[in-house]
């Protein structure tokens, strides 16, 4: 079950550091993101302005998580 409201906290707050990735198990980007700062920043603004696309994806590929609002 993942909250979409503690993605997009992640996302914000967290985002150069790619804990929004981590949250939804893309572990390969998130140790990207952490070594070149969210992908030298335009990574990380492009996530934020698509942060619900993302996780709505990750439920489309895992398929038996719900999201809370």
Known sequence: MRKRSTY???CAAGGWL???K???EEYGKGI??????GLFMFGWL???IHA???LD???AKRG???IIK
């Open 8 to 10: 997009i906290w992640l």
């Open 18 to 20: 790619g804990l929004h």
């Open 22 to 24: 981590f949250y939804i």
């Open 32 to 37: 990207l993101y952490m070594f070149t700062v």
């Open 46 to 48: 492009r996530d934020l």
């Open 52 to 54: 619900g696309g993302d």
């Open 57 to 59: 994806r990750y439920v």
């Open 64 to 66: 038996n998580i719900r």
